[in-house]
């Protein structure tokens, strides 16, 4: 069965950087575009970067653009997200989800994606 496995959360200093990666298994990666999400206390889960299924075509969201860069490596079935000037704010559980469908887009809309890993912790310290 799918299954999808976060890593790479930790505690980190305000202005720090993280990589997390996703590994996938039990399905045909290269067919899916991915997509990371975080869920701080309190908060709604919300998209942070998607990324198509070729790599071509990448989404962030506000609070991502010009500080995370989502990447994907087909060949290793793994996916990732640099986080760099990271802030308080970024403090939540990231998590890695795939496409519902193959070769389909939509990569900053959470109902388009249908299976999720377990999160992993990332916290800031100021």
């Known amino acids: 069965q799918v299954q999808l496995v976060e890593s790479g959360g930790g505690l980190v200093q305000a202005g720090g950087s993280r990589r997390l990666s996703c590994a996938a298994s039990?399905?045909?990666?290269?067919?899916?575009?991915m997509g990371w999400f975080r869920q701080a206390p309190g908060k709604e889960r919300e998209v942070v970067a998607g990324?198509?299924?070729?790599?071509?075509?990448?989404y962030y969201a506000d609070s991502a653009k010009g500080r995370f860069t989502v990447s994907r490596d087909n060949a290793k079935n793994t996916v990732h997200l640099q986080m760099n000037s990271l802030k308080p704010e970024d403090t939540a559980v990231y998590y890695c989800?795939?496409?519902?469908?193959?070769?389909?887009?939509?990569?900053?809309?959470?109902?388009?994606?249908?299976?999720w890993g377990q999160g992993t912790q990332v916290a800031v310290s100021s």
């Open positions: 990324i198509s299924w070729s790599g071509g075509t990448t």
């Open positions: 989800a795939t496409h519902k469908l193959p070769y389909d887009l939509g990569l900053g809309t959470l109902a388009e994606y249908g299976y």
């Open positions: 039990g399905y045909t990666l290269s067919r899916y575009s």
